[in-house]
C-alpha cells in the first residue's frame, strides 16, 4: 500500500502575503472550496492575529468546507495562539501552526535570544497550542540554515511537547536539493522520537529550486509538504502543488498516495491567477499556456504520431482538454494538415504543397496563425491561379502625401505597370488595375473586416462590383489591408467572363 503524503496547501496564508494578491473573505472561501474539491489534506487559511480581516476569513472559512483540516498561523508567542484558537472555533478539525526562528541569522540577530531560551519558548508555545487542539505543526523558521545538530534539539523538545507535525522550512530558499534531502534524513536519524510526528516541507523559491528540495525531503523521508497554487508566495515564491503532484505521479519509483484530483489542476489555476490578479507565466510547468503547446515542425511531428514523443504529462491528466499544436512559421506540412483536416479540409499533394506556401508567408507577418487564419487562407489560395495576378503593390500615403499606388499585374501571362493617384491609398491602387484591366466596372459593396483581433492581425475583404448589368464577388485576406482590397477587387474582376 502507498505511503500517504500529505498536500498542505498555503495559497490563503504564504501566497496572500504577494503584493497586489490579498483577497477579501468571499474570495478566499472560493478558492478554499476549489482546494477542497481539488483534494488538498490541509489549508493555512491565514494569520489571525495580524487582521482582523485574516481573522474573519479563518473563521468564515473553517464553516465553509468540511473535509481539510483548517491551519492557522502563529508566532511562537500566546496571544497569538489565543487568537488563534478562537479562529479555529468553527473548524471540524482545526491545527495551530506555531514557531520559531532557529537558525544563528533569526536567533542572534531577529530575536536577540540565546538557542537555550529558543528552545524554552518553541516548548512552551507547543503546550500552550496542544491545551486548545490535539493538531499542533511547529515550524522552525530557517531550518534550511539552521546547525543540523541544534535543529534536532529543537525538533526532539517540541514532540516530546506535544507536536504532532515538525515543519522544516527552507526559509530563504538557499539549499540546493541534496542539502535539503539530507538535513531531512540527518532528522529522521538523529532524533530519538521523531516517528511521532510527520515531517513537513516548505521550501522557498529564491534559487529556482523549491520543487526539486521539497521532492528532495519526501525521498528522504518528509511525508507532507506545504505548496501554494502557481507557486506563489513571499518574493520569487514557494514551491508548486501542481509541479510536486505532477512529478511524484509521472515517477512510477515515487509511490505515493496524494490523494489530488489532478483534473482540477488547471481550473484551480485559473481561478487563484484571476483571483490574485497574477497572471501565470506561459511557460510555467505544468498550468502556463504553453505547458502543451507545441510549433516546431519536428515536435508537432512527433506529438502528431505520438504523444509520448515530446510530452510525459497526458494534458487531460490536468484538466486540459487536449495539446495545442500551435501554427507558425516554425511549423510544418504535418501541422498544417492536421489543423486543416480539423476543420474538415483534406488537401493533399500539390494542393497541399501550394496553401503550405502561403501559410508560410502569413506566418511570417503573423506571430500566431489560428484556425480563422486558415479559413481564409484556404479560401483564397485559388488565387494562385487566376489569370489576373497581383505582382507589385507599393503605396505613398499620409497626412500631407497624395495617395499614390503603383500596381503591378501579371494579365494573361503578361506584366504590366501602373500608377495612379486617389482619395486613398486602395482607390489609388484599384484605379491602378482598372487602367491596366480596362475594365468598366463598379464597386457596389466594400466590407473590410478582422479576423481575430491585434495590430498584426490578418484583415479579410469582401467586394461586390458590377459590370454591364451583372454583379461579381471578390474576396482578399492580408496583413496589409491595402493589399487584400487590391486582391479581392482582382479576384472579382477576373470572374468577369
Known amino acids: 500500500m502507498s505511503e500517504k503524503v500529505y498536500i498542505f496547501d498555503t495559497t490563503l496564508r504564504d501566497a496572500e502575503q504577494v503584493p497586489g494578491c490579498q483577497l477579501n473573505t468571499i474570495e478566499k472561501i472560493e478558492v478554499a472550496r476549489q482546494l477542497e474539491k481539488l483534494g488538498v489534506d490541509i489549508i493555512e487559511a491565514g494569520f489571525p492575529i495580524s487582521s482582523p480581516g485574516d481573522f474573519n476569513s479563518v473563521v468564515e472559512i473553517s464553516k465553509a468546507v468540511t473535509n481539510p483540516t483548517i491551519c492557522a498561523l502563529t508566532r511562537a508567542v500566546k496571544k497569538d495562539i489565543d487568537v488563534a484558537a478562537q479562529a479555529l472555533e468553527f473548524a471540524k478539525r482545526g491545527r495551530i501552526h506555531t514557531g520559531i526562528g532557529t537558525s544563528p541569522y533569526h536567533i542572534y540577530e531577529k530575536l536577540r535570544m540565546t538557542p537555550e531560551t529558543v528552545i524554552e519558548q518553541a516548548v512552551e508555545a507547543v503546550k500552550y497550542a496542544r491545551r486548545f487542539v490535539d493538531d499542533v505543526e511547529f515550524y522552525a523558521e530557517d531550518a534550511g540554515r539552521s546547525d543540523e545538530e541544534y535543529l534536532a534539539r ?6 516530546a511537547a506535544g507536536a504532532t507535525v515538525v515543519n522544516i522550512p527552507d526559509t530563504t530558499g538557499y539549499c540546493l536539493p541534496n542539502e535539503y534531502g539530507a538535513k531531512i534524513a540527518y532528522l529522521k536519524n538523529n532524533v530519538p522520537n521523531i516517528d ?24 528522504n523521508g518528509a511525508r507532507q509538504v506545504e505548496v501554494t497554487i502557481n507557486g506563489l508566495g ?10 510536486v503532484v505532477m512529478a511524484i505521479k509521472c515517477h512510477s519509483n515515487l509511490d505515493f498516495d496524494l490523494g489530488i484530483d489532478t483534473k482540477q489542476i488547471i481550473s484551480t489555476s485559473k481561478l487563484v491567477s484571476n483571483l490574485m490578479r497574477m497572471p501565470v507565466q506561459a511557460n510555467k510547468a505544468i498550468v502556463g499556456r504553453n505547458a502543451f503547446a507545441h510549433s516546431s515542425g519536428i515536435h508537432q511531428d512527433g506529438v502528431l504520431k505520438s504523444r509520448e514523443t515530446y510530452e510525459i504529462i497526458a494534458p487531460e491528466d490536468v484538466g486540459v482538454d487536449q ?74 500615403c499620409g497626412k500631407s502625401a497624395l495617395p499614390t499606388a503603383t500596381v503591378q499585374i501579371s494579365f494573361d501571362g503578361d506584366i504590366f505597370t501602373e500608377t495612379a493617384c486617389g482619395n486613398g491609398p486602395v482607390d489609388a491602387a484599384i484605379t491602378a488595375v482598372k487602367n491596366i484591366t480596362k475594365r468598366r466596372v463598379h464597386i457596389e459593396e466594400f466590407l473590410i473586416q478582422a479576423i481575430t483581433r491585434g495590430s498584426d492581425d490578418l484583415g479579410k475583404v469582401h467586394m461586390q462590383i458590377s459590370h454591364k448589368g451583372k454583379m461579381y464577388h471578390g474576396f482578399g485576406a492580408n496583413t496589409d489591408i491595402v493589399t487584400a482590397s487590391v486582391e479581392s477587387f482582382i479576384d472579382a474582376i477576373s470572374k468577369i467572363a
Open 154 to 159: 529543537v525538533i526532539e523538545a517540541v514532540i
Open 196 to 219: 511521532k510526528a510527520i515531517i513537513s516541507t516548505h521550501c522557498h523559491n529564491d534559487l529556482g529550486m523549491a520543487t526539486a528540495n521539497t521532492l528532495a525531503a519526501v525521498q
Open 234 to 243: 513571499e518574493r520569487a515564491g514557494n514551491t508548486a502543488l501542481e509541479e
Open 323 to 396: 495539446s495545442s499544436i500551435v501554427l507558425t512559421a516554425r511549423s510544418g506540412r504535418a501541422a498544417l494538415k492536421h489543423h486543416l483536416n480539423e476543420i474538415g479540409y483534406t488537401p493533399e499533394g500539390e494542393a497541399l504543397d501550394e496553401i503550405y506556401q502561403r501559410f508560410l508567408e502569413l506566418a511570417d507577418k503573423k506571430k500566431m496563425i489560428t484556425t480563422r487564419d486558415l479559413e481564409v487562407l484556404v479560401g483564397t489560395t485559388h488565387h494562385c491561379r487566376m489569370s489576373i495576378q497581383l505582382v507589385g503593390l507599393q503605396v505613398v
